[in-house]
């Protein structure tokens, strides 16, 4: 495993054989100083992106500029996948043999002046708030009623036979 400095200096006499210059040491630890902030994984691509734009020895400045570019690139690139992952999730059609409860058996409702839960109905309403009703499709649902009745299967304790 290489060391940040180790992977500086790759790249540093990367651009420096592009540049057809010999490598500076001075030169070469000033550069380091100034990068030595950014994470190793970035040194690479400034050194790519300094052969492509130099004509000359890239000033420590210059290495600061590309580590910079490279690292919005990078987090550019993370975003760009990132909303990819979420569009093609959105892009995914839901089904649900009840579109009202999503398949739940409860109807998510709204507490408000005109349309009260039966609490608020009995006392005061004091502010509004969600709820949730059964849904019509409770009894009828057939992912409900699969649920069910793979919870009765777990329930239910094996049975013993008599041993005469």
Known sequence: MMTPREVFDAAYLRVCRAQNMLPDV?????CWRAVKGFRASLYDNAASRL???????????EWIEACQDAADA?????????????????E??????????Q??????????????????????????????????CSQTNPVIERRRRAQRETVQAPKRGRAD
């Open 26 to 30: 001075e030169h070469a630890e000033e």
């Open 51 to 61: 052969n492509a734009t130099c004509r000359f020895l890239p000033k420590p400045a």
């Open 74 to 90: 990078a987090s550019r690139a993370a975003r760009d996948a990132d909303d990819r992952a979420w569009s093609q999730e959105a």
């Open 92 to 101: 995914r059609p839901r089904t649900y043999a009840c579109p009202t409860c």
């Open 103 to 136: 398949d739940t058996g409860f109807e998510p409702q709204f507490c408000q002046p005109g349309q009260l839960c039966t609490s608020c109905r009995r006392g005061p309403h004091l502010y509004d708030h969600n709820y949730v009703t059964r849904c019509a």
